[in-house]
């Protein structure tokens, strides 16, 4: 996902099996755990409340 970035584990929200199967492996893998942990961290700060805000306004400024 471009969001998620590295960060993501993906899985389909709609299958709770393998939701749970993707919980025990992130929970019993440490290595998996820190590593998407880190990857979390980095992909938030390629988002921040302040930059999206000033690219909207200079969007809505541009459209006027």
Known sequence: SEVAGEAAYPVNPLASEEISNAMLE??????????????????????????????MYATLCNQM
Do not use: H, T, V
């Not at 998996?32 to 942990?37: G, K």
């Not at 979390?40 to 690219?55: I, P, T």
């Open 26 to 55: 992130i929970g019993g893998d440490f290595d998996l755990y820190c590593r998407l942990q880190a990857s979390a961290r980095d992909q938030a700060l390629k988002y921040r409340w302040d930059d999206s805000a000033a690219k």
